[in-house]
T-cell receptor, first 112, second 116 residues
């Protein structure tokens, strides 16, 4: 079993739709959680950090459930420009450093 | 452009050859990471530096792989005796702060390696 698991999709949705992605992690010692976005053949870029209290940034809402070891990302009013792969990232604090583990990503295609 | 830069952007080599990649992090960033990414997979952690010290290495990093960050600025990743399975995108990222586990990592554009 992978340390960080995501539904690979693809998710194909019409513009304006609401879509939710889920991510589960296996290491209960994980400390920090992020969603990154990766466009085709480009590098990953931070979308948002994920906090236990949940956080929102415009159309994007991220939630963390530590008890269930589960992270979610909700995108409301999808735009064509939201088409990308969304990577769930979990960081565990090691002896000297934080190790980041990426999920394999969920692909979203927003269609007109 | 003051982002993370990587050189070269593409590399084609024959099996058995050695290759070296360079990463220049954002100038004030003290942490530097190397990842490998293959098609359909997320980036896999390879190694991590805080300043010039290499603090963590993945088990993925076989004896053929070595990374350095001699002056705590740029870093190099060398792959010796390349194999076809080494074909991948090699990503570098950097961050700054006191707690690496909560920092945003900024990625470079990657070096795409193809081993023939």
């Amino acid at each position: 079993r992978k340390e960080v698991e995501q539904d690979p999709g693809p998710f194909n949705v019409p513009e304006g739709a609401t879509v939710a992605f889920n991510c589960t992690y296996s290491n209960s010692a994980s400390q920090s959680f992020f969603w990154y976005r990766q466009d085709c053949r480009k590098e990953p870029k931070l979308l948002m950090s994920v906090y236990s209290s949940g956080n929102e940034d415009g159309r994007f809402t991220a939630q963390l459930n530590r008890a269930s070891q589960y992270i979610s990302l909700l995108i409301r009013d999808s735009k064509l420009s939201d088409s990308a792969t969304y990577l769930c990232v979990v960081t565990t604090k090691g002896t000297n450093a934080g190790k980041s583990t990426f999920g394999d990503g969920t692909t979203l295609t927003v269609k007109p | 452009d003051t982002g993370v830069s990587q050189d070269p952007r593409h590399k084609i080599t024959k099996r058995g050859q050695n290759v070296t990649f360079r990463c220049d992090p954002i100038s004030e960033h003290n942490r530097l990471y190397w990842y490998r990414q293959t098609l359909g997979q997320g980036p896999e952690f390879l190694t991590y530096f805080q300043n010039e010290a290499q603090l963590e290495k993945s088990r993925l990093l076989s004896d053929r792989f070595s990374a350095e960050r001699p002056k705590g600025s740029f870093s190099t990743l060398e792959i010796q005796r390349t194999e076809q399975g080494d074909s991948a995108m090699y990503l570098c990222a950097s961050s700054v702060g006191r707690d690496s586990s909560s920092e945003t990592q900024y990625f470079g554009p990657g070096t795409r390696l193809l081993v023939l």
